[in-house]
């Protein structure tokens, strides 16, 4: 048999093997494989995004308790959708499944759409999603690219680059195209990420154990760490915010954010620039009794690091001028608000309801 047959025939046999080790070894009881209806797997897929199953189960099973359909989803607040969200990160990811299903019950009667390019018309769904969805909850032949998978083909046919660049995404897709059995869609689409997730890790893969290991050109070029290529790194740069805490009555003020941008349409302290006491005097209309420095906090995020200067500002009394605001509430500082909150609020609300 020619080199070029082998190859073609060893390729042509992944989705077998693939497919033989998931029967196996493959994870079966995680909760979105449970009535994997089109609506809680798109919602999974989502969650899942950038994201590691064991943090997502909690998340999932709170969002179907409360949201156990689309309609449900698309009726409630999308501060109640944040709310529970919170923690998870990428806010975008949420605003966006509210806004999709508001259009998925305006437009598609309450249903995912089972046509692809109109699955991928709706907000946040790109065609490694859509085809996920489609796969694992109808068992319609499409191919996925998730994170997981593209490792498992980089690295079983050695694919050189940085997948983000466009000639190796559209190799990648090629093959995940070429690979896709003909039944048994939604074993295969869950096998290829299980495989990716588990054996075929990021660092230290389990090559021994792979049922692929026997044709994969990364393991036996000794390295296969080497694929998928890595992203140039950038040092992340520094960015500096103080974030004011107005206290009053047993109250705390929170600001809604704007609902684009970072931590877009969460709730969160204001942040000011140049002194705390000005603030509010301009913005509320009182002046503090005091006002109090806290250590800075670091958040991290995907392309900079945020340091936090938090000033406690006790007021007299609630300024009557936040009633008329859209964007200003004063919330409890003994229960958690449920409303979106970035990680940080959340931990700067937690201190001060311990120091109250």
Not at 49 to 57: A, D, G, L, R
Not at 88 to 104: D, E, M, P, V, W
Not at 306 to 312: D, E, F, T
């Amino acid at each position: 048999m020619a080199a070029g047959a082998a190859k073609k025939a060893a390729g042509s046999d992944l989705a077998r093997r693939v497919l033989d080790w998931h029967y196996r070894h493959g994870r079966h009881d995680l909760p979105w494989q449970q009535n994997p209806t089109p609506y809680r797997v798109w919602v999974s897929e989502i969650m899942l995004q950038q994201t590691q199953v064991t943090t997502v189960i909690p998340y999932f099973e709170r969002f179907m308790k409360r949201f156990p359909d689309v309609v449900a989803l698309a009726d409630a607040p999308v501060d109640e959708v944040l709310h529970l969200w919170s923690g998870l990160g990428y806010y975008a990811r949420a605003r966006n499944l509210h806004k999709a299903a508001g259009a998925i019950r305006d437009e598609h009667g309450g249903e995912l759409p089972a046509d692809i390019d109109a699955l991928e018309a709706l907000p946040g769904i790109g065609r490694s999603t859509a085809g996920a969805i489609l796969a694992l909850s109808r068992g319609q032949r499409h191919p996925i690219l998730d994170g997981n998978v593209k490792r498992v083909l980089a690295r079983f046919h050695a694919v050189d680059g940085w997948p983000g660049r466009t000639a190796v995404s559209r190799r990648l897709w090629q093959l995940a195209e070429w690979h896709l059995p003909d039944e048994e869609l939604r074993a295969y689409t869950q096998g290829m990420m299980d495989l990716g997730a588990t054996l075929c890790a990021r660092s230290r893969p389990s090559c021994e154990a792979c049922p692929l290991n026997a044709d994969c050109l990364a393991r036996a070029s000794g390295e296969p760490e080497r694929w998928p290529g890595k992203k140039a790194k950038k040092e992340k740069p520094l960015r500096h915010t103080t974030m004011l805490m107005p206290v009053a009555e047993g109250q705390v003020l929170l600001q809604r954010r704007p609902p684009t941008g970072i931590w877009g349409g969460l709730w969160g302290f204001p942040e000011v620039q140049g002194d705390p006491t000005d603030w509010c005097r301009r913005q509320l209309g009182v002046k503090p009794s005091y006002t109090t420095p806290w250590s800075e906090l670091r958040h991290v995020f995907s392309h900079f690091e945020l340091a936090i200067r938090p000033v406690h500002a006790q007021l007299p009394t609630c300024p009557d001028r936040v009633a008329d605001s859209d964007n200003l509430a004063w919330f409890p500082l003994d229960e958690v608000p449920t409303v979106g909150l970035a990680a940080p609020v959340k931990r700067l609300l937690g201190m001060l309801g311990r120091s109250k």
